[in-house]
């Protein structure tokens, strides 16, 4: 445990009108759905770490933009401030990889009914990404 919140970046990528999700695979989290994403290393921009988690939860390549909302996340033993980066899908089809479970492509509507546990605050984020 850090005394310290954690910078990390949530990676909103769209294509088709949907969004691709991961089921995270790792604490804390684990079992949730939400944009893919992870710590922001040092020395890399916002943009530069929301590509790098993207292509290594899933494989997709995507153009980072910008910062288009954040989430505070304080849970027993963790503090992240989560930035959300909008990112252009490019090119790939998603596999789950490193701490990803799952993957899924899902719209707003997806979102908002789905019975899958989601990570606070995804569909106020889509929403948010779809402006």
Known sequence: ???QPKLAVLAVCQR???FLMVERGKD???GTWGFPGGHVEFGETLAEAA???L???TGVVAA???VIDHVELIVPDHH???MAVACRYISGEPVAADDAAAVD???LEDLLTTARPLSQNVTRVAQAALG
């Open 105 to 107: 492509w899902m719209s």
């Open 1 to 3: 445990m850090s005394d």
């Open 80 to 82: 992240f401030l989560l």
């Open 64 to 66: 980072p933009g910008a």
């Open 51 to 53: 590509a790098r988690e």
């Open 28 to 30: 804390p989290a684990r």
């Open 16 to 18: 088709n009108g949907t």
């Open 55 to 57: 292509f290594e939860e």
